[in-house]
């Protein structure tokens, strides 16, 4: 019983531990890096690439 | 990606409603990227790769390296603009030989543009072997390039053209034609728009710190493909002549349980194509004395394929109808060879 507490007392301090040790995993934006917004259509694409006169990566696949 | 980010992205996996005139690239690679402006003009392709790996020439820094190089020329581009001439819209939903099926397909992958033009000059009875020799690889003029930075050569064949206009390893390509190269593709491209006949185009390149200028000359067939180069090509399958079946070659384990020597080039017959319009290839084979099962170690006498796309490719660029092939081939251990006529 005693070591049956003991064991479930250690589980409980160390999840506590790595909880406030392991870091969730940085954004896209966290780690210096844009997300990017992927349109699906290329009649939206080009509309926005004039409206902004940004050129247009089109990825086909 | 940071270099995405001055971009107007857009991610496209379904080909149906696209207009292939604007969006044009080499329909069978499994990954392409276009660079353009959105009057239609198209700074650069990326996506080239070759008969090794789909991965052969796609990296994160290829990438980002020449959409890095585009926006200046984006800008160029900019103040002066020079729209394309304007076309007709045509995707490979509304072309003929789609059209013409009975059961149309919701998603359209890159490659059924090829197959659609392949299919469409069947059709009319017009197809000519030359119709299908798209964006060559450069190895066809004796050249290819480096992964990461694809302006740069990683190697030239000895005697080969490149060799002949100077090009060396680590030159890096500058123009090639009237185009700027910054990738495989761009090279594929001005390959692809040459007629293939005799021919001459201009190429510049920096060596060290001192720019050259010289030409390409190529003679009249150079652009007919060496089937190795051309096996990846998902649109082979649409050309005939067909051998009528085809299977996966074997494993170490299975050349060592048929008897053979480690390193052979063998495949096993899996299918024999009784269904569909190419049946008449596979009645032809089964005619011949092919049978499922079969192990085939030879064909013409020829057994030096680094692939079984590699024999399929060969089989279909280089054989014609009416043509008596022998195939020589393992069967329950025992070897026999029979004749094949090839039907188209």
């Not at chain 2, 004796?142 to 490149?162: C, R, T, W, Y």
Request: hydrophobic content about 40%; some cysteine; aromatic content about 8%.
């Amino acid at each position: 019983m005693r070591t049956t507490l003991g064991v479930m007392l250690l589980l409980v301090l160390l999840g506590a531990a790595l909880s406030h040790t392991v870091a969730p995993p940085a954004t896209a934006e966290e780690r210096g890096t844009p997300s990017i917004d992927w349109l699906l259509d290329l009649d939206e694409a080009r509309a926005k690439a004039r409206e902004t006169g940004r050129p247009i990566l089109a990825v086909f696949r | 990606m940071k270099a995405a980010a001055p971009y107007v992205c857009a991610r496209i996996t379904n080909m149906k409603g696209v207009d292939i005139h604007t969006f044009d690239f080499d329909f069978d690679l499994t990954f392409a990227a276009l660079l353009m402006h959105a009057d239609g003009t198209i700074y650069h392709r990326y996506g080239g790769r070759d008969y090794t790996s789909p991965q052969s020439h796609l990296s994160v820094a290829s990438l980002a390296d020449v959409l890095r190089k585009t926006l200046p020329e984006h800008v160029a581009y900019a103040k002066k603009p020079t729209p394309p001439q304007a076309r007709a819209a045509l995707s490979v939903d509304r072309m003929p030989a789609m059209q013409r099926k009975r059961n149309q397909p919701d998603c359209y992958h890159c490659h059924n543009v090829h197959d659609a033009m392949t299919e469409e000059l069947q059709h009319r009875g017009r197809f000519q072997k030359r119709d299908a020799w798209r964006y060559p690889d450069p190895r066809e003029v004796g050249f290819h390039v480096e992964k990461d930075d694809q302006a740069v050569v990683a190697g030239v064949e000895p005697d080969s053209p490149a060799a002949k206009a100077g090009l060396k390893k680590g030159v890096r390509l500058l123009t090639l034609g009237t185009a700027r190269i910054l990738t495989m593709s761009d090279v594929q491209r001005v390959l692809h728009e040459a007629a293939g006949g005799a021919d001459r185009i201009p190429v510049t390149f920096r060596l060290g710190s001192r720019e050259h200028a010289s030409a390409i000359q190529l003679a009249a067939g150079w652009k007919e493909p060496s089937p190795l180069h051309y096996s990846w090509r998902a649109s082979k399958w649409k050309l005939s002549p067909k051998p009528g079946f085809g299977g996966p070659r074997l494993n170490p384990g299975e050349l060592v349980a048929a008897g053979l020597k480690a390193g052979t080039f063998a495949f096993k017959v899996q299918y024999v194509v009784t269904w569909g319009p190419s049946a008449h290839t596979g009645r032809n084979a089964l005619k011949a004395g092919i049978r499922k099962g079969d192990v085939i170690l030879s064909i013409a006498g020829r057994n030096d394929f680094e692939s079984v796309e590699h024999f399929h490719a060969w089989f279909r660029l280089t054989q014609k109808a009416g043509a008596k092939v022998v195939v020589e081939l393992l069967r329950s251990g025992k070897r026999r060879s029979v004749e094949l006529t090839v039907v188209d």
